[in-house]
């Protein structure tokens, strides 16, 4: 069975752009969550979508976005990206309460 | 008050000791208790899961709970130079998949 597939793996941008990530989940998995770690704040829930509604919001400002599609893929948007936004995007793919991680996308905002 | 506190480590344990790795939590409502290792530039690896009170084992490993005290803990035994990593533990309450880390503990394993 495929793990949970990010994409891209690297990215660089620039202070004001925007940016776009996806992630495709365990197959049967409806749960789809994302998290940014960073070497200050560790790991830190940004939100959850089950069956293509957002069921869980952390406490990232509105510049953080996602959706999920009917086939349970996500995408998380940033907006107006900051040096700060530097960090690594690992989306989870759930299921009966497990989580399983993702490689993550590795964001750099220079 | 975080709401998941783990020692940052690092922890140093002799290869084939037990490796003792402890984590407390402050949300009542917690419901469900993991334990992720995550090897240096990957990403978190799913290594345990305990869901009552009393102890789990899988293999090297065993997790216990106690909700009264709220703390959970794991033990490595026979502790491996590969066990070297940080440990990580999270809950999640009673909606949805929401995972609240702890900072994670370094365990470095010596031959």
């Known amino acids: 069975k495929a793990g949970v597939t990010q994409t891209p793996r690297y990215l660089i941008k620039t202070r004001g752009q925007q940016v776009t990530l996806s992630c495709s989940p365990i197959?049967?998995?409806?749960?789809v969550s994302w998290y940014q770690q960073t070497p200050g704040q560790g790991l830190q829930f940004l939100f959850e979508y089950f069956s293509e509604t957002q069921r869980n919001k952390g406490n990232f400002p509105g510049r953080f976005s996602g959706r999920q599609f009917s086939n349970s893929r996500s995408e998380m948007n940033v907006s107006t990206l900051e040096l700060g936004d530097s960090a690594l995007y690992l989306c989870?793919?759930?299921?009966?309460?497990?989580?399983?991680f993702g490689q993550g996308t590795r964001l750099t905002v220079v | 008050q975080k709401e998941v506190e783990q020692n940052s480590g690092p922890l140093s344990v002799p290869e084939g000791a037990i490796a003792s790795l402890n984590c407390t939590y402050s949300?009542?409502?917690?419901?469900?208790f993991f334990w992720y290792r995550q090897y240096s530039g990957k990403s978190p690896e799913l290594i345990m899961s305990i869901y009552s009170n009393g102890d789990k084992e899988d293999g090297r490993f065993t997790a216990q709970l106690n909700k009264a005290s709220q703390y959970v803990s794991l033990l490595i035994r026979d502790s491996q130079p590969s066990d070297s990593a940080t440990y990580l533990c999270a809950f999640s309450g009673a909606a949805g998949n929401k995972l609240t880390f702890g900072g994670g503990t370094r365990v470095l394993v010596k031959p």
């Open positions: 949300d009542r409502v917690s419901q469900s």
């Open positions: 197959s049967g998995h409806r749960s």
């Open positions: 989870a793919s759930s299921l009966d309460s497990q989580a399983f």
